[in-house]
């Protein structure tokens, strides 16, 4: 409403470039749709329950993984690297919360057309996830651990939360243990958590279960409401459309850019709240300003 104000009817000299309330209510803004998003994304879960990708290396014990977690031998485990082929799907609950625990190929360069075609799916399945968990063979040497996980990191899509598993941790002798953990932390202090976990031991997977209940498990408290994925989806564009309006205003001072940005978001909003017309902006308008008076 100000800014189109501004821009409809410059005579009543409504200088929003100058003033810097429509930056400060701009960023305001952004900060409220931020947590807004983030309750709908809770209130996803809450609906759909948490989609949970596992994607490593060839051989780093994924379906082994996923097999554990599940309580049955839902994947086909052997040392032949390359043996899942397709994406496997699983339900697990953990108390009040259930999630679909994803096997996918494993990650490599590879001529095998059917393997490339499983590779595809497991990069295809990542974009979907709420939460990848990435696992690091821990029994590899500690120097290969860091490059690892940067491979894996790079096949992740940025907006997807991560959780880094060093797996087979049967293997690694108990000397060794805090070296391995240190390689990992290293290699992306910023972005990830480290679990050491064995499928063929047990060790750690009780504490995975309650990362993974706490990670989907936020949604139970209070003030999550539920959400569509269609609703999350209109909340990421308007706040890629308040971005760029911010954007737009702070570097270029284009106030016509930045109407346009919020029309956008308003139409995307409008999928969830209904239709804003213009009939709506100019009685808002008329409503707080004096036009013409």
């Known amino acids: 409403t100000y800014v189109e104000a501004a ?11 100058a003033d810097g309330e429509v930056l400060r209510m701009l960023r305001a803004l952004r900060a409220d749709l931020d947590a807004l998003l983030a309750e709908a994304r809770r209130g996803q879960r809450l609906r759909d329950g948490l989609h949970v990708v596992i994607v490593g290396r060839p051989n780093a014990g994924k379906s082994s993984l996923l097999n554990a977690l599940a309580g049955r031998e839902r994947a086909i485990v ?30 490599r360069a590879t001529d095998d057309p059917i393997e490339t075609e499983g590779i595809r799916r497991a990069r295809a399945e990542l974009t979907r996830a709420d939460l990848a968990l990435l696992l690091v063979d821990a029994s590899r040497a500690p120097e ?4 690892d996980l940067a491979a894996l ?79 999350v989806a209109a909340l990421v564009r308007v706040a890629a459309h308040l971005a760029e309006g911010e954007r737009q205003l ?34 808002a308008i008329f409503a707080s300003f004096c036009i013409g008076k």
């Open 144 to 147: 290969d651990l860091a490059s």
């Open 250 to 283: 702070v570097e270029s001072r284009a106030g016509e850019l930045l109407a346009e940005e919020l029309r956008e978001a308003q139409q995307d909003l409008g999928e969830i709240t209904g239709t804003y017309t213009t009939d709506d902006l100019l009685g």
């Open 153 to 231: 990191d790079a096949e992740c899509p940025g907006e997807v939360e991560r959780l880094v598993l060093a797996s087979k941790w049967d293997l690694v002798p108990p000397a060794e243990h805090m070296t391995r953990l240190a390689a990992l932390r290293v290699a992306d202090p910023d972005h990830h958590a480290v679990l050491p976990v064995s499928a063929a031991s047990g060790a750690g997977l009780d504490a995975l279960r309650e990362t993974l209940a706490d990670r989907a498990g936020a949604i139970e408290g209070g003030g999550s409401f539920s959400a569509r994925a269609r609703h």
């Open 7 to 17: 821009i409809d009817f410059p005579e009543e000299e409504i200088d929003f470039l």
């Open 78 to 107: 052997t040392a032949i690297p390359g043996t899942t082929r397709d994406v496997l799907e699983a339900a697990v609950q953990l108390g009040a919360v259930e999630l679909t625990l994803v096997d996918t190929a494993g990650l």
